[in-house]
């Protein structure tokens, strides 16, 4: 089989023929390429002098473009067309823009009416850890979901509110990569920056584990490029006191390292109120999220060591970790900074997240710590059953399965999901 596994060839069949069906490809070989390079090319060969537009044309063209010489077709046109600009998007695929923001190539250029320049939102990625990031959601094709004052649930973040400042609280998922695709995703859709609160140690530029590649090398500066502040009170209060949007998972890196048997398990400190009274002291608004398919990224329970069994072991490992994470600050119980050893058993799981209807606070008493306790309550089982609706719903994606998916989506667009509406 093309991937390895009896069964894939067919699964990638059936995901490309979804994705392109006969007639769809026939058109597209036919009126799109023939005779629309045919057109194209007449056109360009009757020109006598560069057109007025040639300042403004840029020719975009993918680095590694297994597909078709884009690279070579671009700097053609180039000499077709005096004036033209080609830009080469490094390391991109045949599907350029799923590597490149359209926004980013004509704000460089100059072509936007507002302004020469602009700068990056934040998408498009810079560096290879942020490529990597890149790839790894490929990998996991997330979907985003939020709910309507009706409670139904829609597909996209449209219904999620952005006035005045924002708390959104959820669960944590195994190593964590669900906050780059919450923060990127809401960039993406919203244009909608928010501050995610992350454990400091994730901001050291020297990783307490070094010399072992943990946090991966470039983390810190991804992190902050996002917007990524240290977590702590102190943070939070001074985000939403500027009115920011900002992200935060109680369960921390207890949640990001689960234990062995904890999938989707919320490992919140029990009595957190506080994140409750600060929210109310700003009037913020909370909004309940909750992600699946992140614990599964390396296949189901796929761990070799866990925290507790790397942290346990009577040998120099676990001496050295041991020493170099005692001292560093914790902010849940058992939030150690050692991550467990996995033993990867299956393809990635798709990411799914949905966003609950929102707890608003300005009627909260932020001295009334019954009342913060109730609400810090409600959020908390409001997150757990809108991971179980997820984990429920998810058996309903025709596209759920890893070799299926990544066919369709091979020609560029995103693989359809489950109907929210049933």
Not at 32 to 42: F, I, K, P, Q
Not at 86 to 99: N, S
Request: glycine content about 8%.
């Amino acid at each position: 089989p093309i991937m390895g596994r009896p069964g894939w060839t067919a699964a990638l069949g059936e995901g490309l023929a979804a994705a392109l069906p006969r007639e769809t490809l026939t058109h597209r070989e036919r009126a799109l390429l023939r005779n629309g390079a045919a057109s194209v090319n007449d056109a360009l060969k009757r020109l006598k002098a560069p057109p007025r537009w040639a300042s403004n044309c840029v020719l975009v063209a993918s680095e590694n473009d297994a597909v078709l010489p884009s690279v070579r077709e671009a700097r053609r046109l180039a000499q077709l067309i005096p004036g033209a600009t080609v830009r080469i998007e490094r390391g991109a695929p045949h599907v350029l823009f799923d590597a490149a923001n359209l926004l980013d190539v004509f704000a460089d250029n100059g072509l936007l009416p507002s302004a020469p320049r602009r700068a990056s939102n934040g998408v498009t990625a810079t560096t290879p850890i942020e490529r990597s990031m890149l790839a790894a959601r490929r990998l996991v094709s997330p979907r985003f979901f939020s709910t309507a004052a009706d409670g139904s649930v829609e597909d996209g973040l449209f219904n999620v509110p952005s006035e005045g400042p924002v708390l959104f609280v959820g669960n944590h998922q195994l190593f964590g990569l669900d906050g780059v695709h919450i923060v990127e995703e809401f960039l993406r859709e919203r244009r909608l920056a928010l501050t995610p609160l992350v454990y400091p140690p994730l901001l050291a530029d020297e990783s307490p584990l070094a010399p072992l590649p943990y946090p991966l090398p470039g983390s810190a500066a991804m992190l902050r490029r996002f917007g990524g502040e240290p977590a702590g009170a102190k943070t939070l209060i001074a985000a939403l006191k500027r009115g920011a949007k900002a992200l935060v998972f109680p369960g921390g890196a207890r949640e990001v390292f689960k234990r062995k048997g904890e999938a989707y398990t919320l490992r919140w400190p029990s009595d957190s109120s506080a994140l409750v009274r600060i929210a109310a002291k700003f009037n913020a608004t909370i909004i309940p999220f909750a992600g699946v398919g992140g614990d599964e990224f390396f296949g189901n329970e796929a761990y070799a060591l866990d925290t507790d069994d790397l942290l346990t072991m009577d040998n120099r490992v676990g001496e050295f970790l041991r020493n170099r994470t005692e001292s560093l600050v914790s902010l849940v119980d058992g939030d150690t900074f050692v991550p467990p050893l996995m033993a990867p058993n299956a393809a990635p799981r798709r990411n799914y997240y949905l966003f609950g209807r929102p707890f608003h606070t300005t009627a909260v008493d932020p001295a009334n710590a019954d009342a913060c306790d109730a609400l810090y309550g409600a959020v908390r089982t409001q997150v757990e059953l809108q991971v179980e609706y997820l984990l429920q719903r998810r058996g309903d994606d025709p596209y759920d399965d890893f070799v299926k998916r990544l066919a369709y989506e091979s020609l560029g667009s995103v693989a359809p999901t489950f109907s929210v509406d049933e």
